[in-house]
C-alpha cells in the first residue's frame, strides 16, 4: 500500500499527557499538511511542510503543538500538556508540485483525551 | 478571510436517485481552485472532484458532476445513479494559494443512500 499512513489509529491519554503522532506521506510526496477535526467540522488547517521546512502554521497550533519532518520524509505532530479540548481527529495528507493540487489523506489519527 | 458553507447537515436519498449537495464560498481571490472530498464512514478521505475557477465548463467524473456558478460563488455536486457506496461525509472545500495550498472546509453534508 503506498498510500499516506498515520500511526497510531487512536490513542486515549490523560489530560496533562505528552502524545506524538506518525504520518508516512506517499514517497514521492515533497508536501506535507496536518490538519485537525473535530465532531461535526470539517477539517481545520495546522501546518504544512515542503520538504523538511515548516512554511505555516495556524493560529490553531499553540505552543503546546510542535511539528517536525526531518529529512522531508515522515512526520510527527506532538502535543504536550494536553487538554481536553484537544480531544480530535488529527489528519495528515501529502501532495506533489502538480497543479491538480489534490491531497492524498491518512486515516488520521483519533485522540481522546480524559 | 476565506470561507466555505454547507447549509445541508445531512441528507438521504433512495438507491439510484440523484441528488445534489449545495455549497457556497467565500473569496475575493479570482483564481482558486474548489474541490468535493468524500469521507466514508471509518475510511479515510479521497478527492471526488476538482473544478478550477478559470474553467467555465462544469467539470464531471463519471456519476459525479458539479454545477460551478462563479459570480453565485456557488459550487454544488450533482450525484446521478447513487449508490450504496456513496453513503459518506461530503466537504466542499477551497484552495488559493499557490505555494501553500492548504484547504479550506465547509463543515461537510452527512449523505445516506437508503436500498
Known amino acids: 500500500d503506498t498510500g499516506v499512513s498515520q500511526n497510531p489509529r487512536h490513542k486515549i491519554t490523560k489530560r496533562g499527557q505528552n502524545v506524538t503522532f506518525r504520518c508516512d506521506p506517499i514517497?514521492?510526496?515533497?508536501?506535507l499538511y496536518w490538519y485537525r477535526q473535530t465532531l461535526g467540522q470539517g477539517p481545520e488547517f495546522l501546518t504544512y511542510?515542503?520538504?523538511?521546512?515548516?512554511?505555516?502554521k495556524s493560529r490553531l497550533l499553540s505552543d503546546r503543538f510542535s511539528a517536525e519532518r526531518p529529512k522531508g520524509s515522515f512526520s510527527t505532530l506532538e502535543i504536550q500538556r494536553t487538554e481536553q479540548g484537544d480531544s480530535a481527529m488529527y489528519l495528515c495528507?501529502?501532495?506533489?508540485?502538480?497543479?491538480?493540487?489534490?491531497?492524498?489523506f491518512g486515516p488520521g489519527t483519533r485522540l481522546t483525551v480524559t | 478571510a476565506q470561507t466555505v458553507t454547507q447549509s445541508q447537515p445531512e441528507m438521504s436519498v433512495q438507491e439510484a436517485e440523484t441528488v445534489t449537495l449545495s455549497c457556497t464560498y467565500d473569496?475575493?481571490?479570482?483564481?482558486?481552485?474548489l474541490f468535493w472530498y468524500k469521507q466514508p464512514p471509518s475510511r479515510q478521505m479521497i478527492l471526488v472532484i476538482r473544478?478550477?475557477?478559470?474553467?467555465?465548463q462544469n467539470a464531471t467524473e463519471n456519476r459525479f458532476s458539479v454545477n460551478f456558478q462563479k459570480a453565485a460563488k456557488s459550487f454544488s455536486l450533482k450525484i446521478s445513479d447513487s449508490q450504496l457506496g456513496d453513503t459518506a461525509m461530503y466537504f466542499c472545500?477551497?484552495?488559493?494559494?499557490?505555494?501553500?495550498?492548504?484547504?479550506?472546509f465547509g463543515t461537510g453534508t452527512r449523505l445516506t443512500i437508503i436500498p
Open positions: 495528507a501529502s501532495s506533489t508540485n502538480t497543479e491538480s493540487y489534490e491531497q492524498y
Open positions: 514517497s514521492e510526496h515533497n508536501r
Open positions: 511542510f515542503q520538504n523538511e521546512a515548516q512554511l505555516e
Open positions: 473569496t475575493s481571490e479570482s483564481n482558486y481552485y
Open positions: 473544478q478550477e475557477a478559470y474553467k467555465q
Open positions: 472545500a477551497f484552495v488559493y494559494n499557490f505555494g501553500n495550498e492548504k484547504l479550506t
